[in-house]
């Protein structure tokens, strides 16, 4: 009894009117990524928040649930959609590293191990660097921001690197896109990868993908000091 | 999505609406820093109201506010139901404000219990989570608060 009175009296409660907080929230975020894009994205997955799905590609299926980290978004879905593998991979135009480390706002992080990349490429400010042919990819950038969906049969692992939490998927081939300033999936360019490590440095954040073991993976990573 | 949500969880928890935004505001701000650290099939809800509300409860803390939120009516005529009679109006108003006042009579840590459960409508998770304890605190701070308003109010379970 007295409950459903509760119930009764809350549509009588008066509550405050609801504020909208996205210019002030968007204007704090941006104080520290004043990239214009990144700020309308990075709102679009805080403020607007995990329940409002981004639009995405008629043959996905559900959103099971996510989880960000640093300008990754993996989302954990029933299906994959049909798309086929791109070659060319579309990361960017060709550049060299010297012209890189002049255009993006951030210090290029480089391996140690590796030695230099075959191919060094910008797109917006990420950094790709392209080891072997086609074989290994290791990109970085600061307000890049992209998703990747994963099925059922992939595994997405939390690991430890250089004591922060970094994500290992593998298992399955998973689907990544860049995400724009719209808040949209990008349509294209679509492709599907192997495994990959996702992990930050700084406000850095960083991906690699390629047919390597964790182990392998971890080491790469730990090398881009 | 959850900025209606989380900005009137932070209002019950600071006690005022000024402190409620810069609390919302710093929360939102707060999860998005530490996104990288939200658990993958961890409902994100909960997450996001703990974050909230420890700014709001730190907020009050720091100005050394020890008065508690007072409830009120809004006043407002719900729709939906036919139009009752002046007497039943009247009726009910003055049980939903015996209810409210009896709710504002509680000890404060029941009160917040009831209008995050009751007036917000937080699932026991949530509430947890806004309130900053265990699960099994909220269900036990909720019925010794029902208890003691159906003591206050004369009514049997």
Redesign the interface.
């Known amino acids: 009894m007295i409950e459903r009175r509760l119930h009764e009296l809350s549509a009588h409660v008066e509550l405050p009117a609801e504020r909208d907080l996205a210019p002030a929230v968007r204007g704090r975020i941006g104080s520290r990524r004043p990239r214009p894009g990144g700020l309308a994205i990075a709102l679009a997955l805080v403020v607007l928040a995990v329940a409002v799905a981004l639009a995405v590609p008629p043959a996905r299926s559900e959103i099971r649930h996510w989880l960000g980290l640093g300008t990754a978004r993996v989302e954990f879905v029933d299906r994959l959609p049909d798309v086929q593998t791109r070659r060319p991979l579309e990361i960017g135009r060709k550049t060299s590293l010297r012209e890189a480390r002049e255009r993006v706002p951030y210090d290029v992080l480089t391996s140690s191990l590796l030695g230099a990349p075959r191919e060094v490429h910008l797109l917006g400010d990420q950094v790709g660097f392209v080891y072997g042919k086609h074989k290994l990819l290791v990109l970085q950038s600061r307000g890049t921001y992209f998703q990747k969906d994963v099925g059922p049969e992939t595994s997405v692992e939390h690991v430890q690197l250089n004591g922060r939490e970094a994500l290992w998927i593998s298992g399955g081939r998973h689907y990544f896109a860049y995400v724009e300033r719209n808040h949209q999936v990008r349509p294209a360019p679509l492709y599907l990868v192997g495994s990959a490590l996702i992990w930050t440095r700084g406000d850095l954040t960083l991906r690699l993908e390629g047919e390597l073991s964790r182990a392998e993976a971890l080491r790469v990573a730990r090398s881009f000091g | 999505?959850?900025?209606?949500i989380?900005?009137?969880t932070a209002?019950l928890v600071a006690g005022n609406?000024a402190d409620?935004?810069e609390a919302?505001?710093d929360g939102?701000?707060k999860?998005?820093?530490a996104?990288?650290?939200?658990?993958?099939?961890a409902p994100?809800k909960p997450w996001?109201l703990r974050i909230v509300t420890n700014e709001a409860r730190n907020r009050r803390r720091a100005a050394g506010r020890r008065d508690a939120l007072t409830?009120?009516?809004?006043?407002?005529v719900?729709s939906g139901d036919a139009a009752p009679s002046p007497e039943t109006a009247l009726l009910d108003a003055t049980?939903?404000d015996e209810?409210?006042a009896a709710?504002n009579r509680l000890e404060e840590h029941h009160r917040l219990a009831?209008?995050c459960r009751?007036?917000?409508?937080l699932s026991e998770e949530e509430t947890a989570a806004a309130l900053g304890c265990r699960r099994g605190t909220v269900k036990s701070r909720l019925a010794r608060a029902?208890e003691r308003?159906?003591a206050d109010?004369g009514?049997?379970a």
């Not at chain 2, 409830?71 to 407002?76: N, T, V």
């Open positions: 999505m959850y900025q209606g989380a900005f009137r209002w609406t409620a935004e919302a505001q939102f701000v999860a998005y820093r996104l990288w650290r939200f658990r993958a099939g994100f996001l409830l009120r009516a809004s006043g407002e719900v049980r939903r209810l409210l709710v009831i209008a009751y007036f917000l409508e029902l308003l159906r109010l009514e049997t």
